[in-house]
């Protein structure tokens, strides 16, 4: 079955200071992979996915992730964090066959110091 | 395009009475979904539709029904809330079966007394 372990309940990062969010996967066959993220009382906005190809992508926001088939993960990192990045952080796995159910994983939240 | 519309914003309730949370799109999505999110536990699929007249269970579906009539409009009915569904609701749609971008309503925040 699909699964996505976030491992950081809650992290916090300095302004300015780099940043990784991990995600982990468990998918038997070739996933699907998205961030999305949370403002305080928002709805979901996705910032990058993986489909295929090139195993680093970009997003929005200045945000950019790596698949690695290898380790199952598909870490998320901002070489500079902003305030405005403040936000939780949910990773999720879909399947690339015929399934239709997108599997989150618990979030991470992220508060930014001054 | 509004994009997906789920009213209302914030409900009250009390134990076993019903209600409908609505959720519209206007983007022609075939795909349309019902998560809730709760603290510690991320997103949990409720009941999913890939199509006008088709619907399917996800994760947790118990205690809600569901139905698709049209294209646009996906309603979640609790016909007896319960305190264990005090939650955020999210309404989400996306364009095509293979394509798995969902794009997301605001939410509805339940709370069951």
């Known amino acids: 079955a699909q699964s996505v372990t976030q491992p950081d309940i809650h992290i916090t990062v300095s302004e300015g200071a780099s940043l990784e969010l991990r995600c982990n996967y468990s998918?038997?066959?070739?996933?699907?992979l998205f961030w999305y993220v949370q403002s305080p009382g928002q709805g979901l906005q996705l910032l990058l996915k993986y489909f295929s190809g090139d195993t680093l992508v970009q997003g929005i926001k200045g945000f950019e992730a790596e698949f690695k088939r290898s380790q199952s993960s598909f870490n998320l990192r901002k070489p500079s964090v902003h305030w405005s990045d403040a936000a939780e952080y949910f990773c999720a796995v879909g399947a690339s066959g015929a399934t239709n159910k997108l599997i989150f994983g618990t979030g991470t939240l992220l508060a930014v110091q001054p | 395009n509004a994009g997906v519309t789920q009213t209302p914003k914030f409900q009250v309730l009390k134990t076993g009475q019903s209600m409908t949370l609505q959720c519209a799109q206007d983007?022609?999505?075939?795909?349309m979904s019902w998560y809730r999110q709760d603290p510690g536990m991320g997103l949990r699929l409720i009941h999913y539709s890939v199509g006008a007249g088709i619907t399917d269970q996800g994760e947790v579906p118990n205690g809600y029904n569901v139905s698709r009539s049209t294209t646009e409009d996906f309603p979640l009915r609790l016909l007896s809330a319960a305190p264990s569904q005090t939650s955020v609701y999210f309404c989400?749609?996306?364009?095509?079966?293979?394509?798995?971008?969902?794009?997301f309503g605001a939410g509805s925040r339940l709370t069951v007394l």
């Open positions: 983007m022609n999505h075939e795909y």
């Open positions: 998918y038997g066959a070739t996933p699907y």
């Open positions: 989400a749609s996306r364009r095509e079966l293979g394509a798995n971008v969902l794009t």
